[in-house]
């Protein structure tokens, strides 16, 4: 039996994310990152792996998420091995409720369910002037393993960072 929330810091709860708090990621999406998704992508990849697609909620709002899915191909950390690798494909807090500790308690909550779901490794693109999220990745060990060219729409790059799990 799934337990109904993973991790309790204060105030504050990391859970899995529901149906009906999809349109609260989406806004939380919408106000903090420059990318954005259709309300069918979100579904989707909640419906796909629910177990890594995570929210964090106080008085019962959602004030931050994080959602990932599977991939297999080449490992993005060794060279000619195939791997089964985690993908973080979007993450975000509400401004007001950044710097508490709840990204990073979120990433890790996140990596500990691709682990379970039998990933080796996991990998995220991020933006170069990025610095609070590649921050916050590099105290959880990951390491930028490649740069991609005009990644963004607006032509900015992005780091690929990974590590393995
Ligand atoms: C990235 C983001 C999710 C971090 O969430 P958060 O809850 O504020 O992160 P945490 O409080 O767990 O921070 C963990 C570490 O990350 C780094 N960090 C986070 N925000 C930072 C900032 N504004 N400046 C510098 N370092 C920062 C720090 O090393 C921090 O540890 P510290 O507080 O002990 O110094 C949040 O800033 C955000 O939503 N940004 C907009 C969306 C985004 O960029 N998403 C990532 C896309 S790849």
Known sequence: M????????????????KKEDLSQV?????????????????????????????????????????????EYGMSVLYKFRIARKGHIISFAMLEQHRRKGLGRN????????????????????????????????KKLGFKIVSTIRWYYRDEEDAYMMGRAL
């Open 2 to 17: 799934q337990k109904a929330s993973l991790r309790k810091i204060g105030e504050y709860l990391i859970r899995r994310c």
């Open 26 to 70: 989406a806004s939380i999406n919408w106000t903090s990152l420059p990318e954005h998704y259709s309300s069918y992508f979100f579904e989707a990849t909640l419906n796909e792996l629910p177990e890594a697609f995570l929210v964090v909620e106080k008085d019962r709002m959602v004030v931050g998420y994080i959602m990932c899915r599977i």
């Open 106 to 137: 979120l990433v890790e909550e996140a990596l500990q369910a691709l682990k379970d779901k039998g990933c080796s490794e996991i990998f995220l693109e991020v933006r170069i002037s990025n610095s609070s999220a590649i921050g916050l990745y």
